[in-house]
């Protein structure tokens, strides 16, 4: 019922940016954790950002991409954004929007999230 698509990837030179789109389906915005997340091949899939649907005040990103991405959201639009600046190579990835049952505080682990998109490709060159 809940469907996510994502779109924005595409190939860009370090430094470059992209703007990662997620439109959801199927509910409102409503007490719960969406994230981005990545995975290279032969990687397991990280974290990268989330905010909570209901609060505009609740991110968290990763370390590695503090200060370079942004998580978003347009409720109007039923849209989650990634704005990702200052790309590395090592942001190459298969970027995938998701959303869990609970809050963020309380989605402490991947499994949490229970709908995910099909993904988009960042392919950042050097």
């Known amino acids: 019922q809940v469907e996510l698509v994502e779109s924005g990837g595409g190939t860009v030179q370090a430094g470059g940016s992209l703007r990662l789109s997620c439109v959801v389906s199927?509910?409102?915005?409503?007490?719960?954790?969406m994230g981005w997340f990545r995975q290279a091949p032969g990687k397991k899939r990280e974290r990268v950002a989330t905010?909570?649907?209901?609060?505009?005040?609740?991110?968290a990103y990763t370390d590695s991409v503090k200060g370079r991405f942004t998580i978003s959201k347009d409720n109007a639009n039923s849209t989650l954004y990634l704005q990702m600046n200052s790309l590395k190579p090592e942001d190459t990835a298969m970027y995938y929007c998701?959303?869990?049952?609970?809050?963020?505080?309380?989605?402490?682990?991947?499994?949490?999230?229970?709908?995910w998109g099909q993904g988009t490709q960042v392919t950042v060159s050097s």
């Open positions: 998701a959303e869990a049952y609970y809050s963020c505080k309380i989605s402490y682990s991947i499994a949490d999230f229970a709908y």
């Open positions: 199927g509910h409102t915005y409503s007490d719960y954790c």
């Open positions: 905010l909570d649907s209901d609060s505009v005040a609740s991110t």
